[in-house]
């Protein structure tokens, strides 16, 4: 049973134009949301998160929304950077009354970046 | 950088072997948990632990145990490998609190023929 799921396989954009990585969830506990970027043979870097009673949080050129009605997430990228190339990954935790904070993750998005 | 150091970095073994996985969490960060990527699983929660204890457990096989020590770093120790143990093992700690953040290290690849 995938709780997090990342239609997505793989995107890909041009330079300076918008990249929108999308996220859907089952679970109703979860109440907080990361993104994660990731690179081969490295640990996946935190990104961004929101937690629950927000449906916006914007880092510089990363913004994510969450839609807790339809439990769906998207982290927007504007503008895009060749840099910005890697798999994404949406996570997602339950921090209520005794939670373990584990985090469910997606199974990414490859994003790349054409120049 | 994360902050989060995990050794070794590469670790290639026999099945039947055993092997320790060893993680050093961020400066002041109380838990730590452990996740394994496979090609086709994804990442997946194993376990975690907070302040020495064990506080969950996700997909762990009872090959597989761990344990968090006095001065907070952890320990992962696979026994029993099986080609189907190879994949990347993945440490991250956080503070412990309200929804935290957790902060990965670079993870350990380990490869059982």
């Known amino acids: 049973d995938q709780q997090v799921k990342q239609n997505s396989p793989s995107l890909s954009v041009q330079e300076g134009r918008i990249s929108i990585l999308n996220c859907d969830y089952t679970n109703s506990m979860f109440d907080y949301f990361l993104w994660y970027k990731k690179y081969p043979a490295e640990g996946p870097t935190f990104l961004i998160s929101i937690s629950s009673i927000k449906d916006k949080n914007e880092d510089g050129r990363f913004t994510v929304f969450l839609n807790k009605s339809a439990k769906h997430l998207s982290l927007h990228i504007v503008p895009s950077q060749p840099g910005d190339s890697a798999v994404y990954f949406c996570a997602a935790s339950a921090t209520g009354g005794g939670s373990n904070y584990k985090l469910t993750f997606g199974k990414g998005t490859l994003l790349t970046v054409n120049p | 950088d994360s902050g989060v150091t995990q050794t070794p970095k590469h670790l290639i073994t026999a099945t039947g072997q055993r092997v320790t996985l060893r993680c050093s969490p961020r400066?002041?960060?109380?838990?730590v948990y452990w996740y394994q990527q496979s090609l086709d699983q994804g990442l997946q929660f194993l376990i975690q632990y907070y302040n020495g204890e064990e506080r969950a457990k996700g997909n762990i096989l009872e090959r597989f145990s761990a344990q968090q020590f006095p001065d907070l770093h952890s320990e992962l120790n696979l026994s029993s490998l099986e080609l189907g143990d190879s994949a990347l093992y993945f440490c991250?700690?956080?503070?412990?609190?309200?929804?935290?953040?957790?902060?990965f290290g670079p993870g350990t690849r380990l490869l059982v023929l």
């Open positions: 400066s002041g960060d109380l838990s």
């Open positions: 991250a700690s956080s503070v412990a609190g309200v929804q935290e953040t957790q902060y």
